[in-house]
């Protein structure tokens, strides 16, 4: 009875790291950090980064922040 839910629980494993590891998956991932890393810099509202990212901002997707 071990034996098989030992198995079982190894099998399970291999497909959560084969469905992880898959190219879909990676590219779902890689495109989300990407926006939210877009999306934080953008519509920052901390001076620093605004200041910095002001102008780009206006040129590259024409949004008014005033």
């Known amino acids: 009875m ?17 469905f992880t590891l898959s190219l879909p998956v990676q590219a779902t991932l890689y495109t989300s950090l990407f926006a939210l ?3 934080t810099v953008y519509f920052s509202t901390y001076p620093a980064v605004h200041n910095q990212m002001h102008s780009l901002r206006h040129h590259t997707l ?5």
Do not use: A, E, F, N
């Open 2 to 18: 071990k034996t098989s839910s030992i198995g079982t629980l190894g099998s399970l494993q291999q497909r959560t790291v084969r």
């Open 37 to 39: 890393i877009l999306w």
């Open 62 to 66: 024409m949004v008014g922040c005033h």
